[in-house]
């Protein structure tokens, strides 16, 4: 998780800007670094396919103009739209607190499937207008469709949440950088291609300088967020492959060996490039284990996140399947696509069914989810045919739950038909499509993959599904934005012309608009959470009178005139503000302090968060979080002998207890304010008045906090 920092740390550092402002700055500049990269892969891979087919298949030329949109399309799609959830937030239901949802206003009620939502709407609407009803959503509404799979803890962000909440974390920080290797690997593919006019041997060094910038941006991610390499590496190598096989022109030995050894290269090169740090690093988490919770998710909460982009990429991959049924003939390409399918199938499910069975014979306590037991080729035809809506009857943590699964398998063998016909005849566009195809696998092989193993020392598979679904999120919606312009702009088939009483309808025609129409509507219904949760995440302050909402980047202006009500009292955050101001400016190089401790999700850690300076024990929890799963006895015992002495510290009514906890870590600066005062007893406040026996000399106060620096002629024994 650290190199991201580390880059956001050093252009900080460069500019000399303040890090409660840099920081405000950062998040931006993230953002728009995905969109730059967002927006250049979406009109490329459109671009191509446009350079390379020309004409529809009405004969009309493909205009300039399809590209931008794809382009901008993909930016909407990727970075822009949130998911379901936010429509059926604003839609509500029963129980609903009054005027928090359109159900909540309506007058008008059903329980029918989807027209219950559609009357909502219009009720609420209805009342909006005409009974001067007003909507009055919580603060906190932007927050739920970030969690789509109650009752379990698993996180569902999506890009636009996770820049609108604006926490300068690895996953988000690695968005740009994935969708570059996303790009990069597209110009691998069309650096194989003849759209580049320049001499073979150009484009031949050409495409072992883009495997360099390809190898270099993969790299990064393992250390910016290390869940985003393993997939985007095979995506860069899957890259690799299509650019031989496009350029070779054929299947041979001398291909397989090119793209061997370019892929070779890319996964050393991304390792030497971050060699110096990774010698000097340890991971915390070193591999997968399988879902012993039994948690799985219903195939409705799988819908809900990612419905929108698999109504689009769908329809990008049924036109595909209709123009290769045109090109081979109606009963070859049946046959080819049964077999193949098929085939693909049954290798699928004897492999992932295989996994299974190994893992009822291995010792140990590892349990596959829906795989065990023989069962799986049962859970797939459950799954499909009776679980496809809504799941599992009971919800998400039922063995065998397993209809996500089934429609990956289903999924995946469909594409696996779909490259085949790609690779037979490949051209430019061809290409361009195998590169698409190949995200949407990848998307189908990581949905699959979250059900069935978690990572090492994960909570449930909490982090897990969050890591890999943002991943999904991204291939899917890159695909999506080309499939939509590839049906609008370039398919138009000639359908046949039906006359109904002197009406005549061309149903290409028809087809294309009620695609439109229906992709429209799904747009607008992811559209709800950014027009809506903007509002809600901006008013989400400190209510408090007095309170000052300032419009600024500095990230600390919240603090003269905010109070924060924790459940021990409430704490004045000027007075800490002003111990932070001066240790700032007067505080040389980085000495250790003490502070107090918190329960989670509170005021800790206040001074060594916004100073910079290290503390005898940050944040408790995610000290656990990073280190409990490697040497833990060391770590955690470690973790929990710093608790008891900060612990000890502040509660003791012996200064030579006392004294003894700031030699033993060396600690220069003590903190005492409303926190400490707060969770620690009175008597163990009242030894500060004496300075601990004069071991400590006050420097600082503001209102009720205080600052005490240890006297330097004490012997401190470093430990």
């Known amino acids: 998780y650290y190199f991201g920092q580390f880059l956001t740390a050093t252009l900080t550092k460069l500019t000399g800007i303040l890090p409660e402002v840099a920081y405000n700055l950062a998040v931006p500049l993230f953002f728009a670094l995905a969109v730059g990269a967002t927006y250049s892969l979406g009109y490329n891979l459109a671009e191509a396919t446009r350079r390379f087919v020309r004409r529809r298949a009405n004969g009309k030329r493909i205009g300039p103009a399809g590209p931008v949109l794809a382009g901008l399309a993909a930016v909407l799609l990727v970075l822009i739209v949130g998911n379901a959830a936010g429509a059926n937030q604003l839609i509500g239901g029963a129980g609903d607190p009054a005027g928090s949802s359109f159900a909540s206003l309506s007058p008008w009620h059903t329980d029918v499937p989807v027209l ?94 883009l495997v360099v910038v390809l190898a270099l941006v993969v790299g990064a991610l393992r250390w910016i967020n290390s869940w985003d390499y393993p997939p985007f590496l095979l995506m860069a190598v899957g890259a690799i492959f299509i650019a031989e096989r496009l350029a070779e022109g054929r299947f041979s030995l001398r291909m397989v060996g090119w793209a061997l050894a370019k892929s070779a290269a890319l996964v050393v090169l991304s390792v030497l490039f971050f060699y110096p740090f990774q010698a000097n690093y340890k991971l915390p988490a070193t591999g997968f284990h399988g879902m012993v919770e039994r948690e799985t998710t219903p195939f409705h909460q799988y819908l809900t996140h990612f419905g929108i982009f698999l109504f689009l990429a769908g329809a990008f991959v049924v ?42 014979r291995v010792p140990g306590d590892f349990t596959i989810v829906g795989l065990n037991g023989g069962n799986f080729l049962h859970d797939i035809v459950a799954g499909v045919l009776g679980g496809a809506i809504d799941g599992s009857k009971d919800g998400p943590g039922v063995p065998h739950a397993t209809p996500v699964v089934a429609f990956a398998l289903f999924g995946l063998a469909l594409l696996g038909v779909l490259g085949w016909f790609a690779l037979r005849r490949m051209r430019g566009d061809g290409a361009v499509q195998l590169f698409v195809l190949s995200m949407l696998g990848m998307a189908l092989l990581l949905s699959a993959g979250v ?30 934005a080309f499939g939509v312009w590839y049906v609008l702009d370039v398919v138009q088939p000639k359908l046949p012309v039906v006359s109904i009483k002197h009406l005549e309808l061309r149903l290409g025609w028809v087809a ?28 989400d302050r400190f209510e408090n009178e007095g309170a000052q909402r300032p419009r600024t980047d500095d990230g600390l202006a919240y603090m003269p005139s905010a109070q924060y009500g924790d459940e021990g009292g409430t704490i004045d955050l000027r007075d800490d503000y002003a111990a932070i101001q001066w240790l700032r400016e007067n505080v040389q190089g980085s000495p250790a302090i003490i502070e107090a401790l918190t329960p989670l999700y509170r005021w800790g850690s206040r001074i060594s968060i916004n100073t910079g300076l290290p503390a ?15 040497d833990s006895d060391v770590y955690i015992g470690m973790i929990q002998e710093r608790q008891q002495d900060v612990r000890l510290f502040y509660a003791t009514s012996d200064p030579e207890e006392a004294q003894d906890v700031l030699k033993k870590y060396d600690v220069r600066y003590v903190i005492l304010g409303r926190v400490e005062q707060l969770y620690y007893p009175e008597e163990g406040m009242a030894k500060f008045d004496g300075g601990l026996g004069g071991m400590l000399r006050q420097v600082f ?19």
Do not use: C
């Open 116 to 209: 219950g939502g559609a009357v909502s709407v219009i009720g609420g609407i209805k009342a909006m207008i005409f009974d001067g009803a007003r909507l009055h959503l919580p603060n906190d509404w932007y927050w739920g469709p970030s969690r789509t799979m109650p009752p379990t803890i698993s996180i569902t962000e999506f890009p636009y949440f996770s820049y609108l909440f604006a926490d300068l974390h690895a996953h988000m920080m690695a968005i740009p950088f994935a969708i570059t290797s996303l790009a990069v690997g597209a110009a691998v593919v069309l650096n194989a291609s003849r759209l580049l006019r320049e001499s073979p041997r150009y484009r031949r060094w050409a495409g072992w300088g």
């Open 319 to 360: 036109a595909l399947v209709g123009r290769s049924a045109r090109r081979m003939g109606g009963g070859p390409f049946l046959g080819t696509l049964t077999g193949v399918f098929l085939g693909l199938l049954i290798a699928g499910t004897l492999l992932v069914g295989s996994v299974g069975w190994l893992a009822d």
């Open 451 to 480: 059900e069935i193993a978690a990572l090492d020392g994960d909570i449930q598979r909490m982090n897990t599904v969050f890591k890999f679904y943002l991943h999904v999120w991204i291939l899917l919606g890159v695909s999506s």
């Open 512 to 539: 294309s608009r009620a695609f439109a129409v229906v992709a429209a509507g799904l747009l607008l219904t992811g559209l709800v959470y950014p027009v809506v949760a903007t509002k809600e995440r901006v008013q």
């Open 616 to 630: 005898v024990l940050g944040w408790d929890w995610h000290q656990t979080q990073q280190r409990g799963s490697f």
């Open 701 to 719: 106060q503001s209102g009720q906090t205080r600052v005490f620096e240890v006297v330097q002629d004490q012997q401190l024994v470093s430990r």
